[in-house]
């Protein structure tokens, strides 16, 4: 059995658990971490490359990689910026290798449409009827040979610690309603459904290539 012993310091940001297997660490990305990250959200959300797939696959794997650690490494670079945040996990047992990790964002959510868009803070600011800031969760992931020993709830409960130093009460998330083990999670969390996008999509992995399909997506709340 796995036991837990959390020390929150919200300024700091900083949780420091022991688990069974070593002291489990939180703390901020750093540019050096760009690299490991784009590598544990692709095997989270695209899997691993084998000698079984097609030249395609292993194009769109790399491809979507790649893409992420370009955006890790921009964002990365120099000093933090507020109302944008990454987290990693790592434990003593590990060395500095990275078990988890976890992007938090600001985003802008449009009231009048029940949806998230790429905006910036001055248009929620110019029009506060329609536009506010919503701390935004996501690309959770776990190492595979890590996974159940509390490093995604750490996680989640670090970006809420973090929406609270934003003095913000909420955070939203997005899941595919296919995806029960991370629906599981944040229901046992205290996340609730805010919205159920019927139209959604998701891509899943086929034979030869990457293809896109139906399903819903929903967007869970939860206030803090």
């Given at each position: ?71 890790l490494r921009a964002r990365l670079a120099g000093q933090p910026r507020k109302g944008d945040a990454l987290f990693v996990a790592t434990q003593d047992a590990w060395g ?47 190492h595979p040979r890590a996974r159940r020993r509390g490093i995604a709830t750490a996680l989640v409960e670090h970006c ?65």
């Amino acid at each position: 059995r796995t036991h837990r012993m959390a020390v929150n310091r919200v300024a700091g940001l900083c949780i420091c658990a022991g688990v069974a297997h070593g002291a489990m660490h939180i703390r901020r990305a750093e540019g050096g971490d760009s690299g490991r990250m784009a590598n544990l959200v692709r095997r989270s959300f695209r899997g691993d490359v084998t000698w079984g797939d097609s030249p395609l696959v292993v194009a769109q794997v790399l491809q979507a990689q790649f893409s992420l650690y370009l955006n890790l490494r921009a964002r990365l670079a120099g000093q933090p910026r507020k109302g944008d945040a990454l987290f990693v996990a790592t434990q003593d047992a590990w060395g500095d290798a990275i078990l988890g990790c976890v992007d938090m964002r600001l985003i802008c959510y449009d009231e009048v449409n029940s949806q998230c868009l790429p905006a910036v803070p001055a248009t929620a600011a110019q029009r506060p009827h329609t536009f506010r800031m919503r701390p935004y969760l996501s690309n959770l992931s776990v190492h595979p040979r890590a996974r159940r020993r509390g490093i995604a709830t750490a996680l989640v409960e670090h970006c809420e610690a973090q929406a609270l130093h934003w003095g913000l009460d909420e955070i939203v998330l997005e899941v595919m309603e296919p995806n029960e083990a991370a629906l599981s999670l944040y229901k046992k969390m205290g996340y609730a459904i805010e919205h159920c996008d019927e139209q959604g999509e998701m891509d899943v992995r086929g034979r030869w290539c990457f293809h896109t399909c139906a399903a819903p997506q929903l967007r869970l709340v939860k206030y803090l």
